[in-house]
């Protein structure tokens, strides 16, 4: 069975997050989704909340699994007996941090963990956890960013009432 990890922080999901895991998850027979444990980050979703939110975003896809992990990514590959990363490519700042990140950790694996990117889908290139966090907290319109319960979620944490912010039906 071919597995992958896609690991991130998921600050929260998003549509971009959630094309990638769609397209990732008809690739490998199984795609792990795994939220990153920063302890140097204060984020607006615990882990735990992240990890039900990915639970129920992806609810719809069988062979997705989430997790979440602490600590180097290698480590935490070798513990699950992965050999594949999966990360998503949106443009081209994102290239050189995730090239560091792809040969980081085909260094410290030993050559035994690579990364696969996937390009984002143009709809999303401009999209970013940061970006929706942002936009939310002044009130904005995250239309088209995060699943309607995603957002009402992120409204929730800014204390702002879901009519500023929540996605139209
Ligand atoms: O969604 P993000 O914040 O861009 O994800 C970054 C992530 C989680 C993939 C990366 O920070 C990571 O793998 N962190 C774990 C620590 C680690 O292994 N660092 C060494 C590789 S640079």
Redesign the pocket.
């Known amino acids: 069975m071919k597995t992958a990890i896609y690991?991130?922080?998921?600050d929260p999901v998003t549509y971009g997050h959630l094309d990638i895991i769609r397209r990732a998850a008809s690739v490998f027979d199984e795609l792990i989704v795994s939220v990153?444990d920063n302890v140097r980050k204060t984020p607006l979703f615990s882990v735990d909340e992240r990890v039900k939110i990915l639970k129920k975003a992806t609810m719809d896809i069988p062979n997705v699994k989430i997790e979440s992990f602490s600590?180097?990514?290698?480590d935490y590959a070798r513990t699950r007996d992965v050999h594949v990363i999966v990360?998503g490519l949106r443009a081209i700042t994102d290239f050189e941090y995730e090239l560091?990140?792809a040969q980081?950790?085909r260094l410290l694996s030993r050559g035994e963990l690579d990364t696969m990117f996937f390009t984002t889908s143009l709809e999303y290139a401009y999209l970013s956890s940061t970006t929706v966090r942002e936009i939310a907290s002044f009130g904005g319109d995250i239309t088209g960013c995060v699943p309607d319960f995603v957002g009402e979620m992120i409204c929730h944490k800014f204390g702002i009432q879901h009519e500023r912010c929540r996605n139209e039906q």
């Open positions: 690991p991130g922080s998921f990153l600590g180097l990514l290698v990360r560091q990140n980081t950790n």
